[in-house]
C-alpha cells in the first residue's frame, strides 16, 4: 500500500528535525547524559514537528545503544516503538479520548513497572481539548509520577491549558519553519523520490504551506501526482492560486483606473474553477508586504522575497501612500470576513470592494478620509494639483433665480475684467442648469465640525453646482446671515475642495437664498465632481 510522503520521510533522529535546533539540541543532551525531565510539553503550531520529536525522544530514552542522544533506530526498543507494538508506549489523542475517565486509566496504570522497556512513555497529543475533570486527574500524577513513568504533552493551543500543568512540565515552543529551510528539506526528499522540480517552485510550495513541514510535502505530493516537472504555473495551477504576478497585476490596475484588468482578473478567477477567497488572500499577502516597505527601513529582513521579486514590489509600493494602503488594507480585511458569509456572490462582493479600493470617496471612513488627504497632499507637493484663477466679482445684476445676497454697502467699482471661460459667473447660470452636489452632508460637518449653531443651518441648506462654481442656498435670509461669516466660509470652502477632490477659491462659493425654480430640483439627481 502506497505510503504518504510525510509518514515516509518523517524524521527518525533528532538531526534530521528541520528548523528547531534549539530544542533538539536540549533533547539530546538529556537523553545522552540521563537528565531528562519526568513531563514536557510540546507547543506550537502544526505540522512544526512536536509529535516527531515526542516520538524521537520516546525512542532515545529506551534506546540500549543511543548515538550522541538520538536513537540507533536498530536495537529491539526502537524497532518496537516504530512498529507500534511496544506496549510501554502509549500514544493518545486527547480530541477523541478526553473524558475523565480515560485519565483514570493512564492513573491507574502508571503505576505499574514497564514489560519490556526501560522507560513507561505516555505521549498525549492535543492535549489542550482535555477536559476540567480530565485536568484534574491528570495534575497529580503529572506533578509526582514514578520513576519509570514519562509524559509528553503536544498542544497547538497553549492558552486553553491550566497554568497549573504548564507549571509542571518542561515546556518547548515549537517555531514555524523558515521558507530556507522548507525548500531544502523539499529538495531532498523531491531528488531522492526522482521528481522533476524548478527551485521557483519549491518556494512556491513552502510559502503556501506557511511553516508548516507536513504541509510542505504534503503539498510536494500532491504537485507531484502526474511526474510532471513541478513548475510555479503547474503548482498555481494545482493549489488554486493566482500567482505573485497575478496579485501584482490587479494592484497596479487599482492604481491605473484600469478596471477591465481588476473585473478581467476576477472573471480568470472564477473561470478556473479557483477559490476566490485564496485569490483574496493572495491579494492581502501583497498588500502586507508593501506595507512593510513603505513603513521599515530594513524590509528585506521582514520579506521573503527574491531579489527580482524585491524590486517589482518596490515599484508597485511607489503608486500608493501609506494612508492608502491602510485604507486598502482595511477594505481588503472587511471583505473576507464578508466573503464567509456570501455563499455563491463572493464574487460580487470581490468586485465591489475592488471598486471602492479606487475611488476613496465611496467611503465615508477615517482611513478613506487620511488616503485622500494624503492624496492631495501628495499632489501639491509634486505640483500636480493647481488652483483655477481668481476671478473678481462685478456689480452684475441678478436675476431672481439666483438672487445675491443682501447688504447695505454699495459696490466698489472695479476695473472690469474678463472672465476666464471656464468659470462661468453666477448671474449667467439658470436654474434648469443647476444640479444638487454630492457629499453636502459630509461637506457640513467638516466645515463646521466645532460650531454647532453653523452646522445646523449648513445643514438646512442645500448646495448646488453646475461643474463650475458651488450654489450654497439657504431656506431664508437670516439662515443665510448667520453663516455668512468669513472664517465659515473659509472652512466651507476648504471642506468642498477635501471631500469633492476640485479646488475652488472664494469666488466660486456663492451664497444665496433658495428660490421657487431651485427648490424642485430632485435631491436623487447628484452632481459628482471626480
Known sequence: MHQALYRKWRPQVF??????????????????NGKFSHAYLFCGSRGTGKTTCAKILAKAVNCTSPINGSPCNCCPSCRSIDEGTATDVLEMDAASNNGVDNIRDIRDEVVYTPSALKYRVYIVDEVHMLSGSAFNALLKTLEEPPAHAIFILATTELHKLPSTIVSRCQR???RRIATDALVARLSY??????IEYTPDALRIIAKMAQGGMRDAISLLELCAGNREIITPELVNSTLG?????????????????????IFGAVENVVRSSKDIS??????????RDMLVIKTTKEAKNYLDLTDDELEKLLAVASLFTKETLLYHCRILDDTLYSMQKAGFAKRTVAEMALVKMYDMSLEPSVESLMARISKLESALAAGRFVAPAIVREETVEIPKTLSAPATNEKPVAEPSKPAPADIPKPAQTAASELKVLRGWGEICDKAAADNGAALGFLRMA?????????YVRFPNDFARSMVDKPDIRENLRTAICMVTQKSFNAQQIVFGV?????????DLDEFSLD
Open 15 to 32: 538531526d534530521d528535525v528541520y528548523g528547531q535546533e534549539h530544542i533538539t539540541s536540549i533533547l539530546k543532551y538529556e537523553t545522552a
Open 172 to 174: 518547548h515552543d515549537f
Open 189 to 194: 526528499i523531491a531528488n531522492e523520490e526522482k
Open 241 to 261: 492560486t493566482g500567482g505573485r504576478d497575478s496579485s501584482e497585476q490587479v494592484v497596479r490596475a487599482i492604481a491605473g483606473s484600469d478596471f477591465d484588468t
Open 278 to 287: 485564496v485569490f483574496w488572500q493572495d491579494l492581502i499577502s501583497f498588500y
Open 462 to 470: 442645500k448646495a448646488l453646482t453646475d461643474g463650475k462654481c458651488v
Open 514 to 522: 433658495l428660490e421657487g425654480d431651485e427648490d424642485k430640483i430632485d
